[in-house]
């Protein structure tokens, strides 16, 4: 097993092959360490739960895409007139997606790949985000992009149910004991480790399904309405922490950009 930079472009061409090939690689993402595919490949959904353990079932993976193909994938005419026009505010999908998960019905134009959408009341739903601020791994997944792996896809490097993996020691023991080939890690600085929180677009608003890296709070100022966080499942690390009043007053999309910042610091 190799432990690769970001910064090493000849690593990054063999992970990208291997991934064309079918195979699994271990990636730090920004905040917490995952495992990237191709979502297209036969046999990728098995290969994940094999890696992560039986009780993971089938469960889909999330969608790594742009700020244009976020919008694309979602069925915004599903969504409530407040949610829609959050969904087609520029700076969510280009940067409010950077730090969240989005979980939403998905438009049914696009033929997505099986093992990358859930069955909801029989429509068919997708779990995306946008990888672009995530300090070296946009690196790798824009490669991936450019090499023709549309549907790029990503979980979290941790056996089914147990906490996430934020150290690259326990990232590279997982790594050796479940046969992946590489693993990227990354020296970027970030101010909060573990997960992306999941919020839910529906047709009666937004529903934080995961605690995350930012606390519902601030996810709330961020998006600029009003999310129901009555249940979601609780995180395995603290959220950022923000400076109290940091946010206040702040338009959404400037509480975003704070965020953003405070997250990553060396990319401010």
């Not at 824009?142 to 149910?161: C, F, K, P, R």
């Not at 395995?236 to 400076?243: E, G, R, T």
């Not at 946010?247 to 401010?268: F, Q, S, V």
Request: hydrophobic share 50%.
């Amino acid at each position: 097993m190799e432990i690769a930079s970001y910064d090493d472009r000849a690593a990054i061409a063999r992970a990208v092959a291997l991934i064309q090939s079918g195979e699994v690689v271990g990636a730090h993402f920004g905040t917490v360490f995952g495992l990237l595919v191709d979502g297209a490949h036969d046999g990728v959904a098995e290969r994940i739960m094999a890696i992560k353990g039986a009780a993971r079932g089938f469960k889909p993976l999330g969608i790594c895409v742009g700020a244009r193909e976020f919008v694309d994938l979602i069925d915004a005419t599903s969504l409530s007139p407040d949610v829609r026009g959050l969904l087609e505010s520029p700076w969510f999908a280009a940067e409010l997606a950077c730090i969240i998960a989005v979980r939403a019905p998905a438009h049914p134009a696009n033929e997505i790949p099986a093992h990358l959408v859930s069955d909801r009341d029989g429509r068919p739903w997708v779990q995306v985000f946008d990888p672009r601020r995530m300090p070296g791994t946009f690196v790798f997944i824009e490669a991936l992009w450019q090499a023709g792996v549309h549907w790029v896809a990503a979980t979290s490097m941790n056996e089914a149910g147990a906490t996430e993996i934020v150290d690259i020691e326990d990232a590279a023991d997982f790594a050796r004991r479940r046969g992946l080939p590489l693993l990227f890690e990354s020296p970027a600085r970030h101010a909060a480790s573990g997960s992306l929180p999941i919020l839910e677009l529906n047709a009666k608003g937004l529903t934080l399904d995961r605690e995350g890296i930012i606390a519902a709070a601030d996810l709330q100022q961020a998006a600029g309405l009003p999310i129901d966080a009555s249940a979601p499942t609780p995180p395995h690390f603290p959220p950022l922490p923000v400076p109290p009043g940091k946010l206040d007053g702040l338009a959404p999309a400037a509480a975003t950009r704070i965020l953003l910042d405070l997250l990553y610091p060396d990319a401010a």
